[in-house]
Structure formats: structure tokens, C-alpha cells
């Protein structure tokens, strides 16, 4: 735990625990689905004896929720809790696909493609309603347009927000993937790439595309915060179905973080420069301009139609193996919003 959020212990933290001494049960508990544990993290009887979730730089309130230990105090020593960072959001469902995470944290749109694809995750909570995509060239560049980018190498990590925002703007101008010479290359690979000159636009991902522009003074050649989908936190059918007891507590602990992130966002942002190694001026930027963490937890409607914009998307770049019907199947299925109603409405 840093420095930083030892000084700061939220009072919600203190009044949740007094709250589960006194009631003897878990608040917001899923009684479905999770068995009945005792009043306190101390003596705490839980459905798995493991949990293992990830963090990433893209997803602040992973962030604070590790940094403070909230969920290890919640569930005490009865339960080990393991941290895995994800570099993407493709690698975060590839860690829930293999069950090496439990609870992962992705674009809305990766999520989708995932579970088109036969991967058992849903989403359990909304992190943040982000512009964290753009369409990014080097500070000297002649590509003025995203009609420009026809014939050029373009960086992009398919299975992410920016390769669908990518084939999103392509789409504006008439163009599709197979116009763009494409770098499957990871989101800070493709910074790498940029500002070697080895491609000549990458579709780019915050942290590290506000670093690019402050650093190298790249630029943001194309910007629409429509083509951006929400920030999901996924889990897998078999933690929410078996473990809910736990899931529960992961979500009641991003709910924490969201209040506190909310009245501290200059600790918020120094936390993200401390974890992606990157300037102050940098983090703030994207927790400021590029966040919008004052958005509802609980997934539904707004989520879904935003992912029905992009799942025409999906279909067309052939990423989905069951087609359209696969994609459907998928949004009509991909909520559980159990667990982040209970947690927002206690």
C-alpha cells in the first residue's frame, strides 16, 4: 500500500464494518447465491478460501480498491487475495477465459466480443464512463484526416476499445480494416511504434496516450467520445453462480472507491501517476478530462445501447465465430447487475 492512501482511511470503510458487526450478515449480500457468512471479516466463513482479480491503469478504481485493501479487510485472513495487472483488455478476458482471474476489468465493446465468442463472463459493475480512445499520429505528421490513414500502418491491439474505435472511424470515411496496413501490437508497444516511426497512427489508449501527447507531443488526429464504450468489471459464470458471498464484496469495494475517487481526484490521479509511472500533470489530465467516474455502477440499458452501436461492428470485421446471432445472444445476456444494485442502494 503507498504512502498516499495510508494518510486517507474513508469513513464509509469504518461505518461499513461497524454496520456488519452489529447486523451479523454481509450487507448486500446475494442470499441466492452466496451462503450465509458471518458479521465481521474476523471469523468470516466464505464460499472460497481465493480470490483473484486484476488491476490496470485504464481502470482507476482497480487502483484505489488495491491500494487501500479494501477487499482484503472486508473478507480478513479467511481468503487470500491475488492482484494480476492487465495490460489491456485483451489480455484481462484472456486471463478470465483461462479462470487464472476470477474478475477482470475491460472495455464494454471487449467484453461483448468475448462472450460472443463463448467466454462465460458478465458484467457485474460499470467502473467509468471514459473517452480513453483516439486515433493518434507523431507531432510531425501530414495525416490530417482519418481518409488519410488509407494505405498507412496503424497500430492497434484488436480485442480493445481503441481497434473497435479504430474500425469505428475507418467506417465514417467509407474505409474498413482492410484499407489500413494494421500492427497487431500491444497499447504501449504501440506508442513504442509511433514515436519510432514505425507505423504511422496508432489507435491509442489512456494513460498512455495522454503521456504520448504530453511527452512526444503526438497528436490526436480523430476524437468521439460516442465511439468510446463504458468501463465493464466482468466476472466469470462460475464466481457469480458459486461465489456471490465474495462478488458482493469486490463490488461494494469499487463503490467505495467510486465515493472516494469522486471527493479526492488529485490523490485519484496521483495514485494513477504513482501505478502507470507517468507524469502528475499526465494523470490529471486523464482523470479530469478523460474520466467520467460520476456514472451509476449498476449495468443495463445505457451500457446496452452503446454496445448495440458496435455490435454491426463486430459482425462486419468477421471477430465474432457465431456472427450476428452469437452477438445477440450475447447482449442479451451479458448483465448481472445483482451486485451492483445491492451495493449502491445500501
Excluded at 442470499?31 to 483473484?52: F, I, K, R, V
Excluded at 477487499?71 to 480478513?76: D, M, N, Q
Excluded at 481526484?265 to 479530469?288: D, Q, R
Aim: proline share 4%.
Amino acid at each position: 500500500m503507498s504512502t498516499l492512501s495510508r494518510r486517507i482511511v474513508p469513513a464509509t470503510a469504518i461505518a461499513g464494518a461497524m454496520m456488519l458487526l452489529l447486523s451479523g450478515c454481509l450487507s448486500g449480500e446475494n442470499a441466492s447465491s452466496a451462503p450465509a457468512a458471518a458479521g465481521s471479516a474476523e471469523g468470516a466463513e466464505w464460499s472460497t478460501d481465493s480470490l483473484s482479480l486484476d488491476f490496470a491503469t485504464y481502470n482507476p478504481l482497480s487502483l484505489i480498491v488495491r491500494d487501500q485493501g479494501l477487499i482484503e479487510e472486508a473478507l480478513g485472513d479467511g481468503v487470500t487475495v491475488e492482484w494480476v495487472q492487465s495490460a489491456g483488455s485483451n489480455k484481462a478476458n484472456e486471463f478470465l477465459r483461462a479462470g487464472s482471474i476470477d474478475v477482470g476489468s475491460t472495455a464494454g465493446s471487449a467484453a461483448l466480443l468475448a462472450r460472443a465468442n463463448g467466454s462465460p463472463i458478465k458484467v457485474i459493475d460499470i467502473y467509468s464512463q471514459p473517452e480513453w480512445s483516439a486515433l493518434v499520429v507523431p507531432a510531425d505528421s501530414d495525416i490530417t484526416s482519418v481518409a488519410d490513414l488509407a494505405g498507412k500502418s496503424v497500430a492497434a491491439t484488436p480485442g480493445t476499445d481503441p481497434y473497435f474505435f479504430l474500425l469505428q472511424a475507418l467506417e465514417t470515411e467509407g474505409l474498413g480494416i482492410g484499407d489500413v496496413q494494421l500492427q497487431n501490437l500491444q497499447h504501449a508497444d504501440g506508442r513504442a511504434a509511433l514515436e519510432a516511426g514505425s507505423v504511422d497512427a496508432w489507435a491509442g489508449l489512456d494513460p498512455i496516450m495522454a503521456g504520448a501527447e504530453a511527452e512526444s507531443g503526438a497528436k490526436l488526429l480523430y476524437r468521439n467520445v460516442d465511439f468510446n464504450s463504458y468501463g465493464f468489471l466482468n466476472a466469470t459464470e462460475d464466481f457469480i453462480d458459486n461465489h456471490g458471498d465474495v462478488a458482493q464484496v469486490v463490488v461494494d469495494a469499487y463503490e467505495e472507491a467510486r465515493a472516494w475517487a469522486l471527493e479526492n481526484p488529485e490523490e485519484t490521479a496521483a495514485l494513477l501517476a504513482e501505478v502507470a509511472g507517468i507524469n502528475p500533470s499526465v494523470a490529471s489530465t486523464v482523470i479530469t478530462e478523460r474520466s467520467n467516474l460520476d456514472v451509476s455502477g449498476v449495468p443495463g440499458d445505457d451500457q446496452l445501447a452503446v454496445l448495440e452501436v458496435i455490435a454491426p461492428v463486430l459482425v462486419d470485421s468477421d471477430a465474432v465465430q457465431g456472427g450476428d446471432q452469437a452477438v445477440q445472444d450475447a447482449l442479451e445476456s451479458i448483465v448481472h447487475d445483482e451486485f451492483a444494485r445491492a451495493a449502491t442502494s445500501s
